[in-house]
């Protein structure tokens, strides 16, 4: 669980393993101060949230940039899963820019949306988990959700210049 949801914003397989490192430290120094306010699960998740936009920020000071290096191999920027059996090269193409392109709005969003669209669709938590972890209320959160999603609509139909 842990792993997965740095994964998902980093988007590196390094990375998010530091992060989950990180997080089971963090745990194991911080165990003693909780205070039972909320579900284990709910206060590892807003522990491993809180060290993944850390890591980032860090990383962003750093002047380095994050690619999609999970979705793709290294060395041969071939895809690691493969959605269609239909392995022609143009469809192929296709899918990894969409992926790229979706990614890419999705790491566009300002932060609370980021964490709402990652917790919501790609970890498929529900609305009273994410409120729980987002310490938010969930018509606040609906309304997070549908502004990200409504980002990311208006990012991905907006045509980049080349």
């Known amino acids: 669980m842990v792993f997965n ?11 998010a393993e530091e992060i989950t490192q990180d997080v089971f430290v963090k745990i194991h120094f ?19 949230i809180n060290q993944s936009l850390d890591f980032l920020k860090a990383k962003k000071t750093q002047k380095r940039f994050a690619f999609i290096t999970n979705l793709f191999h290294a060395d041969s920027n071939e895809p690691r899963f493969q959605v269609s059996n239909f392995n022609h090269p143009g469809v192929q193409l296709e899918q990894k820019e ?15 949306q ?7 669709k790609i970890e498929r938590l529900s609305h009273q988990q994410i409120a729980e972890i987002l310490n938010i209320s969930i018509s606040a959160l609906e309304s997070l959700l549908s502004r990200a999603k409504a980002n990311i609509i208006k990012s991905l139909s907006t045509p980049k210049a080349n």
């Open 114 to 120: 980021k964490n709402v669209i990652i917790l919501a």
């Open 30 to 48: 911080s165990k003693d101060n909780f205070k039972n306010q909320s579900a284990w699960r709910t206060w590892i998740y807003r522990i491993t």
């Open 5 to 15: 949801l740095a994964l998902q914003y980093v988007q590196n397989t390094e990375d």
């Open 98 to 112: 969409a992926t790229q392109a979706i990614f890419a709005a999705i790491n566009a969003l300002p932060e609370q």
